[in-house]
């Protein structure tokens, strides 16, 4: 007899499971046991245990042939649903019947952030002597710091006082980090650490962005303040601007132009533009062109122009002078003079007016014309333009050719005067006195 039910069970045992998936895949409900069932005393005691753990507080749980009866107010909403998915998953469930609700009255909704708000300031009191030592780690830290970037140290191991400063600074921001890492350590959060730089490098970019072209101007200052590209009181020439360097900012190279005016450039605009740096060589060629008579001896004249230009005073012998013969137009031809001036004792554009006035002057005495390409016309009567030899205006007629004269012996005259340039060297020195400068007179040239 127990061969055959035996044998009835291992038939009926692969039916009971197709029903099971059947029923499964159809969505039926599972049947319920009615053997070997918890009893409801147990479900309602884990139950209550589970939300005390989870501090669910005011919520009555009873369980009576497996159903669930769960009732109260509770602050959040989100609470009612979570608490009837946390009885449904309990061996021996076998329905809830969830009456919780969310009071109405506003003191009751905010008890339990009061509540967890209590907590919290008793864990804080609770750790407090630990706050305290980690601040005072972090006190000493910072202010070992920042005395050590006090030292002169810092000044002996930078090329310029802004070096310098920066490399201050830069010990000062790393001995706070130093300061907060060993502070979280003893509070056992470093692994805040991560996320406090993480914010911190998302913010920095974010800046970064947003002042993008005061953060070119300060690494262009640092670069300027490494290569010194000029001097105080140079005369240089930068994207068009010429004047005299007044200082070197943080942000800006300050210039005084010849018409007494103060010129601030961008650093960016400095370092990646074109300098022009007329005093860093004494020595300056100037450079005028001059129209003589077709007809006159081209040779002899260029001569006698190059020999008018080396017997005046301000004119060096080594670079030197050289005149040559440029052009050839309808009005006749051109001479380049070019000679070379020492800055430091003479003015260039003075220099260069007294050299145009002194080389005409011995052309013309020697007897070459100068020819004038303006021509004017006049309209009288009806209309038309009369010209001749005695109209106001008219070209004259060219001067006598004969043998080219020597050059006249230099004169009171040709003494130059005093150089507009040199005018503003007393200004700039006015204007620096008292003033933060990134430039040094001692520092190497670029």
């Known amino acids: 007899m127990k061969q055959i039910l035996l044998c009835l069970g291992l038939l009926l045992a692969p039916c009971q499971l197709l029903g099971q998936e059947l029923a499964a895949e159809t969505g039926a409900a599972p049947t319920l046991a009615v053997e070997n069932v918890p009893d409801d005393t147990a479900i ?35 609470t009612i649903a979570k608490v009837e998915r946390i009885a449904e998953r ?46 005072a780690a972090f006190s000493v830290i910072v202010a070992a710091g920042f005395l050590l970037a006090r030292l002169r140290f810092w000044d002996r191991i930078s090329p310029n006082a802004f070096i310098a400063a920066i490399y201050r600074q830069a010990f000062r921001v790393a001995c706070v980090i130093a300061g907060i890492v060993i502070a979280l350590d003893f509070l056992g959060a470093a692994a805040l650490l991560g996320t406090i730089l993480g914010a911190a490098g998302i913010i920095g970019l974010a800046i970064g962005f947003a002042v993008r072209d ?184 060219p001067a006598r050719r004969g043998p080219v004269s020597p050059p006249p012996a230099p004169t009171e005259e040709s003494t130059v005067r005093k150089s507009e340039e040199a005018a503003l060297i007393p200004l700039v020195d006015a204007e620096r006195k008292g003033s933060d400068d990134l430039l040094e007179r001692d520092a190497p040239r670029e």
Do not use: C
């Open 214 to 397: 005061t953060v070119e101007n300060f690494v262009a200052s640092i670069m300027l303040s490494l290569r010194q590209p000029f001097r105080p009181n140079d005369l240089v020439e930068i994207e068009g601007d010429v004047g005299r360097v007044i200082r070197l900012t943080s942000r800006a190279t300050i210039l005084l132009s010849l018409d007494g005016n103060h010129v601030r450039i961008p650093n960016a605009t400095v370092f990646k533009g074109k300098i022009v740096n007329y005093t860093q060589n004494p020595a300056r060629r100037f450079m005028f062109d001059i129209g003589i008579d077709p007809d006159a001896d081209l040779e002899a004249t260029r001569a006698l122009a190059q020999a008018a230009l080396k017997a005046q005073p301000f004119v060096l012998d080594d670079p030197e002078e050289l005149v040559w013969i440029e052009n050839m137009t309808e009005s006749g031809a051109i001479l380049r003079v070019t000679g070379w001036i020492d800055q430091t004792a003479t003015g260039f554009a003075t220099a260069r007016g007294d050299a145009i006035r002194l080389v005409k002057a011995a052309i013309e005495e020697a007897g070459v014309a100068i020819p004038d390409t303006t021509y004017r016309i006049r309209l009288e009567g009806a209309g038309l333009s009369q010209l001749g030899s005695d109209t106001p205006g008219a070209p004259s007629a």
């Open 90 to 135: 309990l061996d021996g469930v076998v329905a809830v019947n969830n009456a919780l609700a969310v009071p109405d009255e506003l003191a009751q909704q905010l008890h339990p952030a009061v509540e967890r708000f209590r907590t919290r300031i008793a864990q804080l009191v609770s750790r407090l002597p630990l706050f305290l030592v980690a601040l």
């Open 44 to 78: 309602a005691q884990r139950l209550r245990a589970i939300l005390g753990a989870l501090e669910f507080d005011g919520i009555a749980v009873s369980v009576d042939a497996g159903v669930v009866s769960l009732r109260g107010d509770v602050a959040d909403p989100a």
